[in-house]
């Protein structure tokens, strides 16, 4: 059937094609809270659209040869490098170099003006194919490059869809420079473009949706303020029994409630950051740290013995009372007081060591603060540390 469409037909499709994907790009652009890119790959869509119609009314005698054939050739040239450059931006927020990626376009363009290789079908044909066989393979590399990093779910595929529409130019390529290329292949190849059209606009936008959900849950966990994990990501974070050898810290700024008194809410909120800030850097990547409250914050360290338990939590107070905040030119002193319940052998249920721990920094509060006050959990009957 593809056969049988004549060449204005199918370049009517594919344009059809481009320019639906260049809307619905725009659209997703302008509801996007991360649009790098965007404007790039739909202002290319547009590009390789306006040189195909170029092309088109050119082929139908509508133009002066020396017109259509440079025109469209600058169009499909400068369209695909934006190509790239749209994706490139989009995938990661990286810098596109265009002074880079023009030079060549812009060197390939006048050479065609000085030797007039773009007034042959085949040497203009095959200039275009090689500029969207690098810009596709170059944009494939960049998705799965970003997969590496953001592990969205349509980035494989977009990349997939790259991949294969630059591999149809690069076959129909092949067949140009063997000097075979046909009219039946030129559908073909030109309804697989219309094809990845359609789907890379549908994966832009499903990568938009992607990246606002990731964002959302983000947000959903993370303290504001501090940037560290709150309540909502603990609990989902926490195990329901902790094991032997694991202890919870319940910290709490003392005397908190003076610093906002004294120095206004703006001199209490950095000193929550730079608490939080130091307990981040005391702590190692298998612990959790979260903002429990309003100067409250958790921290679960699995795998440590007694002893170890105690440096941390003493580690912890230490470097809290060395702090040195300064607001406005008025030094902050700031301690903070902990307590710790630790697993010995078996477990314990989660909720128990919360409260023993909450229970522990009442203590350590009771005996003056700046201090740790430490607990260690009753052993377990063995049926309740098993489960
Ligand atoms: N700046 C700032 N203050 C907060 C925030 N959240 C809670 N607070 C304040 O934290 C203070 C807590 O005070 P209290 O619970 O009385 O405790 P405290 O003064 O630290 O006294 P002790 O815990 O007994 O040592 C209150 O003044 C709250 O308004 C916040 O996000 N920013």
């Given at each position: 059937?593809?056969s049988?469409l ?8 594919y344009?059809?094609?481009?320019l639906?994907?260049?809307f ?9 809270w991360?649009p ?9 869509y547009?590009?390789?659209?306006a040189?195909?119609?170029l092309?088109?009314n050119g082929e ?19 369209g ?5 450059a749209g994706?490139r931006?989009?995938s ?12 060549p376009v812009?060197l390939c363009?006048?050479?065609g003006?000085?030797?007039g ?6 040497s203009r044909?095959?200039a275009?194919?090689v500029?969207a066989?690098?810009s ?5 590399h960049?998705?799965?490059r ?6 969205l779910?349509?980035s494989?595929?977009?990349?997939a869809l790259?991949?294969l529409?630059g591999?149809?130019y ?13 009219s039946?292949?030129?559908?073909l190849?030109f309804f697989v473009?219309?094809?990845c059209?359609?789907g890379?606009?549908?994966m832009v936008?499903?990568?938009s ?15 504001p303020?501090t940037g560290?994990?709150?309540?909502r990501?603990?609990g989902?974070?926490?195990p ?6 694991s ?8 005397r908190?409630?003076?610093?906002n008194?004294?120095h206004g809410?703006?001199a209490g909120?950095?000193v929550l950051?730079?608490f ?6 005391q ?7 979260a903002?429990t409250g309003g100067?409250?914050?958790l921290?679960?360290t699995?795998?440590v013995?007694e002893?170890?338990a105690r440096m941390?939590a003493?580690?912890l107070r230490a470097?809290?009372e060395?702090l040195?905040?300064v607001e ?16 010995a052998d078996g477990?314990?249920p989660t909720?128990?060591?919360l409260?023993r721990a909450?229970?522990?920094l009442y203590?350590?509060?009771?005996e003056?603060?700046?201090?740790v ?6 052993p377990?009957a063995?049926d309740t540390?098993?489960?």
């Amino acid at each position: 059937m593809l056969s049988r469409l004549d060449l204005p037909t199918v370049l009517l499709f594919y344009n059809t094609s481009l320019l639906a994907g260049a809307f619905a790009i725009i659209h997703v652009r302008r509801n996007s809270w991360r649009p790098d890119g965007l404007m790039a790959l739909a202002a290319a869509y547009l590009m390789l659209a306006a040189g195909a119609a170029l092309a088109w009314n050119g082929e139908e005698a509508a133009l002066p040869p020396a017109v259509w054939t440079h025109g469209s050739l600058l169009l499909g040239l400068v369209g695909y490098a934006v190509f790239f450059a749209g994706i490139r931006a989009m995938s990661g927020h990286r810098s596109v170099r265009w002074g880079r990626l023009m030079t060549p376009v812009l060197l390939c363009f006048l050479a065609g003006l000085i030797t007039g290789f773009p007034l042959d079908n085949l040497s203009r044909a095959g200039a275009f194919h090689v500029a969207a066989v690098l810009s596709l393979a170059g944009s494939a590399h960049e998705m799965l490059r970003n997969h590496r990093l953001e592990a969205l779910p349509s980035s494989r595929l977009l990349a997939a869809l790259l991949a294969l529409s630059g591999g149809v130019y690069a076959l129909r390529l092949v067949f140009i420079l063997n000097g075979t290329a046909g009219s039946a292949g030129f559908s073909l190849a030109f309804f697989v473009q219309m094809f990845c059209h359609f789907g890379v606009a549908l994966m832009v936008a499903t990568i938009s949706k992607e990246r606002a959900e990731v964002r959302l849950a983000q947000l959903a966990d993370t303290d504001p303020l501090t940037g560290v994990g709150n309540r909502r990501w603990l609990g989902t974070r926490l195990p329901k029994q902790l094991r032997g050898h694991s202890a919870v810290l319940q910290l709490d700024l003392d005397r908190f409630k003076q610093i906002n008194d004294r120095h206004g809410h703006a001199a209490g909120d950095a000193v929550l950051v730079a608490f939080a800030n130091c307990l981040k850097a005391q702590l190692r990547e298998s612990d959790l740290l979260a903002r429990t409250g309003g100067e409250e914050f958790l921290v679960y360290t699995p795998n440590v013995t007694e002893a170890v338990a105690r440096m941390i939590a003493e580690r912890l107070r230490a470097s809290v009372e060395q702090l040195r905040i300064v607001e406005d030119g008025t030094p902050l002193p700031v301690t903070t007081s902990i307590g710790v319940a630790w697993v010995a052998d078996g477990s314990s249920p989660t909720p128990d060591c919360l409260a023993r721990a909450d229970a522990m920094l009442y203590e350590a509060k009771r005996e003056g603060r700046n201090r740790v006050a430490f607990s260690t959990m009753p052993p377990q009957a063995t049926d309740t540390a098993a489960s």
